[in-house]
């Protein structure tokens, strides 16, 4: 016999495991409770800080906002300096980091900061 706790904790990985991109403990909550709905945000909270301890999961800090990913291994953003607008961009090759880093890359968030194209423009 499944404890409940096992059951809610596959519902919600199986629900992690089909999103391919950035999403929100808030994002995963509204998927979730159309599949259980005995399962609460604060649920959705302790399960995602134990995915991230086990690695199944990485987070990052996107607009003050906390983004989770299975898949991705990074989070890249471009800052306008000017605008403050955030623009996300991916990095495929790490070959760059690997060798200034004395040990394995599990995940990475990068902030670089500029002037935004619509704001070079103006000037
Ligand atoms: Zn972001
Ligand atoms: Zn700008």
Redesign the pocket.
């Known amino acids: 016999m499944k404890n409940r706790n096992t059951k809610q904790k596959e519902t919600i990985l199986s629900i992690v495991n089909q999103i391919n991109t ?1 999403f929100t403990a808030e994002d995963l909550y509204n998927l979730i409770k159309k599949k259980d709905k005995n399962v609460s945000l604060a649920t959705v909270y302790r399960f995602l800080n134990k995915f991230k301890e086990e690695g199944e999961v990485y987070s ?1 800090l ?2 003050r906002k906390t ?1 989770y990913s299975k898949e991705k291994k990074s ?1 890249c ?1 471009f800052i306008c300096e000017n605008s403050g607008q ?1 623009i ?1 961009f991916e990095i495929d090759n790490i070959d760059f980091l690997k060798n200034k880093i004395p040990g394995k890359i599990t995940s990475f968030q990068l902030e670089v900061k500029g002037i935004c194209e619509d704001c070079c423009k103006k000037d």
């Open positions: 950035f990052y996107c607009d983004v989070h953003h955030i996300h």
